[in-house]
């Protein structure tokens, strides 16, 4: 079964430091998303991406946040420097993005990056 | 901010089946349900979906009340594994984002 990938699983760095994941969806998916949640709530949308597109990106914070797809496959976010409320669960998930219905449009997860900022 | 209310925490019997409800009264017309589960320190998983019949699949049955203001996912043999948070989530398909709430945090008593 496909799954999306992601690297590091986990990430202890030093505030002020940058920091960078990556994520490397199901084959064909067009459509990528990364998520943060902090410890007991929910996953929040970061940012989303159509193939190379950024698609929403309104809740990352464009000051210490960046995150690209290159070429509409896999992705980076990164972030510099990092604050101690960084501190979290970094999810990508991925969908086929073809409008094709509800059953086309699941978004499945990846294992996540817990991030810990010292 | 989330859509649907859930109850915080639920215990199930191992070997029985583990009913969750999740209260939508807010629905509008094109949202479906969708149900996700997370492990401890795993990233979310996709169980199923809906919009106003009933469905079932491998993994669980989900039962849609036929005013759509509310529904119930059914695990029908829970086991240990089971053991995680559930996330009842609505919305529109199309590559909308998902909005999670705290979902319920579902414990299996052996």
């Not at chain 1, 505030?15 to 490397?24: P, R």
Request: glycine share 8%.
């Amino acid at each position: 079964e496909a799954e999306v990938a992601q690297s590091p699983r986990y990430k202890i760095t030093e505030k002020s430091q940058a920091v960078a994941f990556w994520c490397d969806p199901i084959s064909g998916h067009a459509t990528l998303y990364w998520y943060r949640q902090i410890l007991g709530q929910g996953p929040e949308l970061l940012v989303q991406f159509q193939d190379e597109s950024v698609v929403d990106d309104s809740q990352l914070p464009k000051d210490r946040f960046s995150a690209e797809r290159l070429k509409g496959v896999d992705s980076t976010l990164k972030i510099q420097p990092a604050e101690l409320g960084d501190s979290a669960m970094y999810l990508c998930a991925s969908s086929s993005g073809t409008s094709g219905g509800p059953d086309t449009d699941t978004q499945y997860f990846g294992p996540g990056t817990r991030l810990t900022v010292l | 901010d989330a859509k649907t209310t859930q109850p915080p925490s639920m215990d199930c019997a191992e070997g029985r089946a583990a009913n969750l409800p999740c209260n939508h009264s807010t629905i509008s017309g094109n949202e479906y349900v969708y149900w996700y589960r997370q492990i401890h320190s795993q990233g979310p998983q996709y169980i199923i979906h809906g919009l106003k019949n009933n469905e079932t699949n491998e993994m669980a049955s989900l039962i849609i009340t036929e005013d759509r203001k509310s529904s119930t996912l059914i695990l029908p043999h829970a086991t240990l594994r089971d053991t995680a948070v559930y996330y009842c989530i609505v919305r529109v398909f199309g590559n909308e984002k998902l909005t999670f709430g705290t979902g319920t945090r579902l414990t299996i008593i052996p």
